[in-house]
């Protein structure tokens, strides 16, 4: 019996050898002739809601390799803006459908990092500012090894059975790019998915790694805005005014200790001002001053928790400081920019793990730790979690970069940063590699 199981194991491994290195061939050509396309899509971004060039280019290359496209889908809560998410479909015969998903908007930010590629583009935002525009997220590399794993498993129709449609989804940055695709019949004009999986680039992370989390990994993201109102007046009398300064500053610190003393420890959770706007002048108290707010958290229930607290804390403080009820601060969510949490199935998760550990090796497989960042890609797997959904990490930066980082203790450019710059070739072969795997193996 010994002797027929080794005998099994040398027959079959050579197999399962050679079909890797084929793939990792394959994943190679594809990522060298994808290289012009990647470049040309970095050096000239698009903001979210405003992806019309970037989402004809994706379309045209889809519809080449052989998928039925539809683009401009999305629909926006806001009717003057157009949907210009890709969505298309390989039917090849029965078996489960698989949902891979790319993002392709890029960010109000200045690029710094004098590659022969970089973005010098500026462009006018959703307000009618003029920007400076880069991809400072990774959004291009993500669309190019969407488009490359597109051909990989167009051309090994035969190694997969089922319904594979890809979906390259504008807005990320905004938090309402997979909502208004969602809002605009995904999962009713095209085949409602049996999973749902992504990756993003990482900032600290090798090329020719991956990382993946089980379970939580980003957290899902609300924007709020609150209005402390007062009443204005000279300030040299400050008596005769009711100064929504003071009790601005009141409130920052006082929601410190929504995190630190009225949250569970082991509930991760964020609360962060990031704007503060209020006054004109050196002399006037004015009349009202505006914050602008992030929530982080994974449960729900504690996101509600803290946005009762922010209200609570808010009214208590202009109660102390005499302002009438018809002046109560107003605290809001922006319905618009929010996100949900990314929860990563466990069971689906296992399969992930196992797939891409076979396709890179147990090395390159990484386990790792929740985040607070945050992300829409939650929303495909609807609420509840209904569709089992993973999103893992893909590793970007070189392992010179990455050893003098160390060498000399200088942080490495983080996603969003002018000078983030992922290494090309090798993030997109081994993006392809990986994503490639995966659905094949989920769809065998």
């Not at 704007?275 to 004109?280: D, E, N, R, Y």
């Amino acid at each position: 019996m010994r002797k027929l199981t080794w005998l099994a194991a040398l027959l079959v491994i050579p197999n399962a050898w050679s079909a890797d290195r084929a793939l990792d061939a394959r994943a190679a050509q594809e990522a060298a002739k994808l290289l012009p396309f990647y470049e040309k899509m970095h050096s000239a971004p698009e903001l979210s809601h405003h992806e019309k060039e970037t989402s004809a280019r994706v379309a045209e290359e889809l519809r080449a390799a052989g998928y039925d496209v539809t683009d401009h889908v999305g629909k926006y809560a806001d009717p003057h803006l157009t949907g210009y998410g890709v969505v298309a479909v390989l039917r090849n015969g029965s078996g489960p459908t698989v949902l891979v998903r790319a993002d392709m908007d890029a960010l109000p930010v200045e690029e710094q990092t004098n590659a022969s590629y970089a973005s010098h583009v500026r462009a006018v935002d959703d307000s009618g500012t003029e920007v400076p525009v880069m991809h400072a997220c990774g959004h291009d590399i993500h669309t190019t090894v969407l488009i490359g794993t597109a051909r990989l498993l167009a051309s090994s129709k035969s190694k997969w059975k089922g319904t594979l449609m890809l979906v390259v989804q504008p807005a990320e940055e905004k938090g309402d790019g997979a909502r208004a695709m969602l809002a605009d019949g995904l999962y009713t004009r095209f085949p409602k998915p049996d999973f749902a999986i992504a990756l993003h680039d990482f900032s600290d992370l090798e090329t020719g790694t991956v990382g993946f989390i089980s379970g939580y990994m980003l957290a899902g993201a609300t924007s709020v805005d609150v209005t402390i109102r007062g009443r204005g007046g000279h300030g040299a009398y400050p008596q005769f005014a009711k100064d929504p300064i003071v009790m601005a500053s009141e409130f920052v610190m006082a929601i410190q200790t929504i995190v630190s003393r009225e949250n569970v420890p082991t509930d991760p959770a964020v609360v962060t001002v990031g704007s503060i706007h209020g006054g004109t002048k050196y002399n006037i108290i004015p009349d009202e001053v505006k914050l602008q707010l992030t929530i982080r958290t994974y449960k729900p229930e504690v996101r509600q928790r803290i946005l009762d607290a922010l209200s609570r804390i808010a009214n208590g403080i202009a109660q102390a400081g005499g302002i009438p009820p018809d002046r109560m601060p107003v605290v809001k969510v922006n319905e618009t920019e929010k996100t949900t949490p990314i929860y990563n199935d466990p069971k689906l998760t296992g399969r992930v793990a196992a797939s891409l550990q076979k396709a890179l090796g147990h090395d390159k497989v990484l386990p790792l730790e929740p985040m607070m960042g945050s992300e829409d890609f939650g929303a495909y797997g609807l609420d509840g979690m209904q569709i089992p959904s993973v999103l893992f990490r893909l590793g970007a930066i070189d392992s010179q970069r990455i050893a003098d980082s160390k060498a000399t203790h200088t942080p490495l450019p983080a996603l969003h940063s002018s000078l983030f710059l992922p290494a090309p070739e090798p993030t997109l072969r081994t993006g392809m590699i990986a994503m490639t795997s995966v659905v094949m193996d989920l769809m065998r």
